[in-house]
């Protein structure tokens, strides 16, 4: 049974930075991505990233300001963020799934619980 459990969200200003962490455990091998769902709106892609960590893409919202990365020692995936806005404001959530990267989050398998990300202006 593969589970994610991501970590690191929290209050910050406009401007500051956070880290999310997404801890897997259960299974290997796996393209994972972030996404986020704000109040009243649909999720929506973040940043993703190859099993390799070869392939990366962000959505264009956070495009210069986010970093996706991972290290499959740790069997776990991050996400850096800075110079954020009071938009940036969601849940966010990581995904994995078996084999290629989307950035379409209906083709993720597996989800974790969310992590809420509040930036204040």
């Known amino acids: 049974q593969v589970q994610l459990v991501e970590s690191g969200g929290g209050l910050v200003q406009a401007g500051g930075s956070l880290r999310l962490s997404c801890a897997v455990s259960?299974?290997?091998?796996?393209?994972m991505g972030w996404f986020r769902q704000a109040p009243g709106r649909e999720r929506e892609f973040v940043a993703v990233?190859?099993?390799?960590?070869?392939?990366?893409y962000y959505g264009d919202s956070v495009k210069g300001r986010f970093t996706i990365s991972r290290d499959n020692r740790k069997n776990t995936m991050y996400l850096q963020m800075n110079s954020l806005k009071p938009e940036d404001t969601a849940v966010y959530y990581c995904?994995?799934?078996?084999?290629?990267?989307?950035?379409?989050?209906?083709?993720?398998?597996?989800w974790g619980q969310g992590t809420q990300v509040t930036v204040s202006s």
């Open positions: 995904a994995a799934r078996s084999g290629l990267v989307y950035t379409d989050y209906a083709r993720y398998d597996y």
């Open positions: 259960g299974g290997s091998l796996y393209a």
């Open positions: 990233i190859s099993w390799s960590g070869d392939s990366t």
